[in-house]
């Protein structure tokens, strides 16, 4: 299964001009503000982690808002756009080339989670179980099933969408701070911001 979604996920970005789509998903700003108003204290110890990260565009975003990240995802071709636009931006960030099947992170290591456009029921509410601190954040958007009526989608498979709620119902143990469904002008999405108790 991953040696598939490796192979698939570097063929798309072998053929990708690096710098493009380079702006910061627009939930991970608006959900940043949320914390950082809530957590002062953040200024003290700020490790995150973007799960499944991509050309790392968010990690870098949070990188330059004074986070020490780990951007972790199976493609060494997404991460080398990743490090192209870490270099082309001055910012810093530990790029690790793993499979979120087997990777674990150490226990209680990260103050914020983020997670864009990847879908896995299992691992993902595993890692951030384990990896996030008492009190960590997690921020998380992908595609709900109404994303499969947009005719401009290249999303097919139903079983990488969500259905009506199940983004909450996969972090029902976490304190709930927001969560919307939302139809944008080019995607339909659920957006989460969590907080481990
Ligand atoms: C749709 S892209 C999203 C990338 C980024 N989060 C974004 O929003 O642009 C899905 C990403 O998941 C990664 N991926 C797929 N399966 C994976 C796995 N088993 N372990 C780690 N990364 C994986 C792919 O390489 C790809 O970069």
């Known amino acids: 299964m991953s040696t598939t979604d490796r192979n ?3 063929g798309k ?4 001009p690096a710098a493009t789509f380079v702006d910061a998903d627009e939930w991970l700003i608006e959900a940043h503000d949320t914390i950082t108003q809530n957590t002062p204290d953040l200024t003290v110890t700020r490790r995150a982690v973007d799960l499944a990260c991509g050309i ?3 990690s870098v975003w949070l990188a330059q808002h004074g986070w020490d990240v780990d951007g972790v995802d ?3 071709e997404g991460l080398g756009l990743a490090e192209q636009l870490a270099t082309k931006t001055d910012a810093v960030v530990n790029w690790v080339k793993a499979d979120l ?9 990260y103050d914020l989670a983020v997670v864009f456009r990847f879908l896995d029921r299992v ?3 595993q890692i951030v179980n ?3 601190k008492p009190g960590g954040w997690l921020i998380y958007e992908t595609f709900a099933a109404s994303e499969l009526d947009r005719a401009d989608s290249h999303i097919r498979n139903p079983a990488f969408t969500l259905s ?3 983004l909450r119902q996969l972090f029902d143990e976490f304190e709930i701070v927001a969560f919307r469904e939302e139809t944008l002008q080019d995607r339909s999405v659920q957006r989460l911001l969590a907080r481990r108790r």
């Not at 970005?13 to 990708?16: D, E, K, L, S, V």
């Not at 099947?101 to 290591?109: A, G, I, L, Q, V």
């Open 13 to 16: 970005y072998a053929h990708r």
């Open 164 to 166: 009506t709620g199940e």
């Open 130 to 132: 384990t990896g996030l």
């Open 123 to 125: 691992t993902v509410p």
């Open 74 to 76: 199976i493609s060494i």
């Open 56 to 58: 790392g565009h968010n």
């Open 8 to 10: 698939r996920w570097n």
């Open 101 to 109: 099947d087997n990777w674990r992170p150490d226990p209680d290591s």
